[in-house]
């Protein structure tokens, strides 16, 4: 809490605590719509520019992105994936999304949709505020929630405004708004984690590659022709410290060997970071004139590349919600938020904790396990409903399914 005076007050429909994919494409959507808002980060645009996150867009998100005028240079820069490659017992399974399904996932890093929306938030003179401090949200159960922080250059800011998103991430301070007594926290911890880096060397394979093995879990993703990222399974309290290149190169290979002489092809480790991570999900996502979108109001483990894309359509139902709240309906078209968005944040919770616990060995795992995950993993490849599953799953729903 700060007492330090307030320099400027101004009024916005929505305000909104977050300046990532989530906040940004949000504040995009409704500026189209002629609605203005207000973003504050606490991360400085580089910090988010530089922080490595997942690279993988549902064909959905990646249109929305051109069809909203954010930016086509995911169809230039990105790459599109027709299929994804599961591998265990050391031979690689093609899923082929588009045989399957008739979709495809495209790879474009979410450092690069950050950028894309930062841009066109300035471009279309958007006002967000990176690198704020001394942040305060309040007046939720009002009809004038009010949001202060202290902006880079030293001013003290207060916006009111008729809505509040909290769109500020995994660490969210809009969450700790809603009364205990009045939310449900669910979540799962667990005993792993990934090690994360860059390298740089050429691709080993054109697709992902996610692999089972009785030494853990392991990724292959990419990012250019001469730059790719990786990740294997580690202890939560691993130090990166304890991994040279050479310790690293020895733990994948042996995670990706196989009668098939697969290999990872080496090169120089550009950096390296420990991921945790937890399934989350606070309900209600809504509560007074706060909405919660994104990671605020759920985490998933990053093995089925959900986390983003569940982001996008939170913020695109939200984005008609508020649309309309804004507008003649008032706070009573917030009710529809939740319905619109918790249905898909369920059945990806679902699907990224079972290709989590499909994938991982858990410390421990008796052979009895190991051997079940590859029964798993074979009835998965080995039938048509099990390629189409996760072909469904991993490149989104369809949208007017039901
Ligand atoms: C990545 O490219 O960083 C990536 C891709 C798929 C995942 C997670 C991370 O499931």
Redesign the pocket.
């Known amino acids: 809490m700060t007492s330090a005076p307030i320099d400027t007050t101004t009024t916005a429909p929505v305000a909104i605590v977050g300046a990532g994919p989530a906040g940004l494409m949000l504040a995009h959507r409704l500026g189209r719509v002629g609605i203005e808002c207000v973003n504050i980060d606490i991360r400085t645009r580089e910090e988010i520019e530089t922080t ?5 867009i549902e064909a959905v998100a990646a249109q929305d992105l051109v069809d909203t005028g954010v930016s086509d240079r995911i169809l230039r820069d990105g790459h599109e994936h027709p299929g994804v490659d599961l591998r265990f017992g050391g031979q690689s399974h093609r899923i082929d999304f588009q045989e399957h399904v008739g979709a495809s996932v495209w ?1 474009y ?1 979410q450092t690069d949709v950050f950028i894309d929306l930062a841009d066109a938030r300035a471009r279309d003179g958007g006002t967000v505020h990176f690198g704020v401090t001394d942040t305060e949200v309040g007046d939720v159960i009002t009809e004038q929630p009010y949001m202060r922080f202290t902006a880079a250059d030293g001013a003290r800011h207060e916006v009111r405004a008729q809505f509040l998103v909290g769109a500020d991430g995994s660490r969210s301070v809009c969450r700790d708004l809603v009364p205990e007594g009045e939310r449900t926290q669910y979540f799962r911890e667990y005993p792993f984690a990934w090690f ?1 880096f860059m390298t740089q060397a050429p691709q080993s394979a054109p697709e ?1 590659v ?1 692999t089972h093995s009785p030494h853990g879990f392991a ?1 292959l ?3 250019t022709d001469t730059v790719q ?1 990786m ?1 294997f399974q580690c202890d939560p309290e691993e130090s990166v410290d304890a991994w040279s290149d050479e310790r690293i190169w020895e733990k994948m290979q042996q995670i990706v060997a196989g009668p098939d002489g697969f290999t990872c092809q080496e090169g120089p480790v550009l950096e390296k970071t420990v991921l945790r991570f937890r399934s989350f999900v606070q309900q209600p996502m809504r509560y007074g004139t706060l909405l919660l979108a994104g990671d605020a109001a759920h985490t998933v483990p ?4 959900r986390g983003l894309n569940l982001a996008l359509h939170d913020v695109k139902v939200l984005a008609g919600v508020l649309q309309r709240a804004v507008g003649s309906e008032g706070e009573s078209a917030l009710a529809d938020y939740e319905p619109g968005a918790l249905e898909r944040v369920w059945r990806a919770q679902n699907f990224s904790y079972w290709m989590t616990q499909m994938l991982h060995a858990a410390p421990g795992a008796s052979d009895f396990d190991l051997r079940r995950q590859m029964g798993e993993l074979d009835n998965v490849v080995a039938t048509r409903a099990g390629r189409t599953y996760l072909a469904e799953q991993y490149t989104g729903w369809p949208s007017d399914e039901r």
């Open positions: 490595h996150r997942a690279g993988i790879l890093p994360g992902l996610y990724l993703s990419q990012r990222r990740y990053p093995t089925g590349a």
